[in-house]
Structures are given as C-alpha cells and as structure tokens.
Nanobody, 124 residues
C-alpha cells in the first residue's frame, strides 16, 4: 500500500527545535512536490512549506519564515521539516503531503497523497 509516513513529532518547550521527516512507502518521492501542512485544534489546515522534486522551487509560509526550513534529501528519499524557535502557536498535527505536478504551492487542496500526521506540542 502506497503511503507517506511522518516521524519526529513530540513535546518541546518554547524556543526549542524539532525535525520532522517524511518518507514514502510503496513508491518513491523523487518525482513529487512535497509539502508540510499543519492543522491546529479547531483551525483550518495551513500549508507550511512546499518543495519541488528538483528543488528549484521552495515556498514557506510567512509565519514560520526564518524559523522553519524544509529541505529534501533525494538520495535518502526523505523530506524534512526543521523547526527552530518553536512557539506555542506552532502546536498542531503536522502532515506530509505530495503531488506529482511541478507546482510548488501552500494550498493544501492541491495535494493528493497524505500521511497520517505527527503531533507537535510546544508547551512549558
């Protein structure tokens, strides 16, 4: 069964860091644009980052610019979300999402493959 698998969530104190990872099971991410999308309790989904397969397009939402980066390692077939200076408002379930088009977008509705999500909680 083809699916995306996220890892790396957890509880962290404000100001701390976490690194999420996303790998594909049953297919390879090589040709996919991959996004990180988060959803806080009671709120709508928010696209956090997007990176194209060839790494020539990258998008980061304004609220995390300067704190989050979303590199991909095609040799390891993994996409990461590196989160620094975490704040309570970053608390959410973080999803990895992918699509085959060369469209780097933060619009979550554009993505066709999704992981199960990993919880990130920022709290003291």
């Amino acid at each position: 069964q083809s699916q995306l698998v996220e890892a790396g969530g957890g509880l962290v104190q404000p100001g701390g860091s976490l690194r999420l990872s996303c790998v594909a099971s049953g297919f390879t991410l090589d040709d996919y644009t991959v996004a990180w999308v988060r959803q806080a309790a009671g709120k709508e989904r928010e696209g956090v980052s997007s990176i194209s397969a060839s790494v020539d397009q990258i998008a980061i939402t304004n609220s995390v610019k300067g704190r989050f980066t979303a590199p991909r390692d095609n040799a390891k077939k993994t996409v990461y979300l590196r989160m620094n200076s975490l704040a309570p408002e970053d608390t959410a379930v973080y999803y990895c999402a992918a699509h085959l088009r060369a469209l780097c977008t933060l619009d979550a509705d554009e993505y066709t493959s999704w992981g199960q999500g990993t919880q990130v909680t920022v709290s003291s």
